[in-house]
């Protein structure tokens, strides 16, 4: 019985600091002034290009692949883009269909891939 007890106690008490929480969420809604709002200047929209924007700084992953298959003259297959990138098979071969689609490589033979001009 004094488990139950006990749990009444700290519900009134909970209720009563949930009040007084209230109370002082009100008064401090009442003391501050509310600002005028800025004027917003009407601003002409710029023509947005379609292009994606030259990027600046780290070179993506797809970026070094491209690097190491243009620097090729005869090519290269994923085995040697697996060794001179570090990245997975899987990583290799997703970038080099990706960059295949995009037709910013060719392939030359079964598996050996040349970077477009």
Known sequence: MTITKDL???SKELTKLVNQIEKLAAALGKAEKPKAKP???KIKAKAVSKKTPAKV???TDTDKLL????????GL???TLMKKTG???KKVRNMLNRTYKQGKITR???G???GVK
């Open 67 to 74: 690097e190491f298959i243009h620097r090729s003259k005869k």
């Open 87 to 89: 990245f997975d098979q």
């Open 8 to 10: 009444q106690t700290i």
């Open 57 to 59: 700084g780290k070179k």
């Open 77 to 79: 297959d994923t085995a």
């Open 39 to 41: 004027v917003m200047k």
């Open 108 to 110: 030359v033979a079964k």
């Open 112 to 114: 050996i891939y040349v």
